[in-house]
């Protein structure tokens, strides 16, 4: 059943009548054109699909859009700002913490998302806060420390 819906993607507001039981993963990528979000595993283990809701990391492909009514979502689109990539973009850039790329969205909002919750991460609980990421060309040493890197940049620190 299509319902209206009304909530902010990457700081636009959307009005959208839609099936609210669809995955936010299919309406992003349908509907909204929004391709950055990718399509692993549809049952939320692999992490390709994460976008920010109100800030935090969630999966888009086991969120249904009633759950967004209201909210704020971030894509990966809407991470840069002003022309200006996020700290995290740039620091995957320069700890070359891609491979192939196909995880490096969800990676890089997962990452944000860890950083929003913990500004300061351990390197455990960057380990940890990524964990339920999955990158097949195992990619994880430089991802770390990209996150490390802009865990102290995002602080007023040097970048590493």
Same mark, same amino acid.
């Given at each position: 059943?299509k319902? +209206? ?12 009548e839609?099936?609210t ?6 309406v992003?990528?349908t509907? =909204? *054109? ?6 692993g595993?549809?049952?939320g283990f692999?992490g ?6 109100? *800030?935090?990391a969630e999966?888009s492909?086991?969120l249904t859009v009633k +759950?967004?009514?209201? +909210?704020?979502v971030?894509?990966?689109e809407?991470l840069?700002?002003?022309?200006k ?16 790329g196909?995880c490096?969205? *969800?990676m ?5 998302g860890? =950083?929003n919750t ?12 990524m964990?339920d990421n999955l ?5 994880y040493?430089?991802i770390t +420390? ?7 940049e995002m602080?007023g620190g040097n970048?590493?």
């Open positions: 059943m319902e +209206k819906i009304k909530f902010s993607l990457n700081g636009r507001p959307i009005e959208l839609t099936d039981s669809q995955t936010l993963l299919w992003i990528r509907e =909204l *054109g929004l391709t950055g979000t990718k399509h595993c549809s049952i692999c390709t699909c994460t976008i920010l809701v109100d *800030g935090i999966r492909c086991s +759950k967004i009514e209201g +909210k704020n971030t894509t990966i809407g840069a700002q002003d022309g990539l996020h700290p995290v973009q740039e620091s995957f850039i320069r700890h070359d913490a891609q491979q192939c196909f490096t969205p *969800g890089i909002m997962n990452a944000v860890l =950083l913990i500004p300061n991460p351990s390197h455990k609980q960057i380990i940890n806060g964990n990158c097949r060309c195992g990619s040493n430089s +420390k990209a996150i490390e890197s802009a865990a102290q602080k970048k590493l």
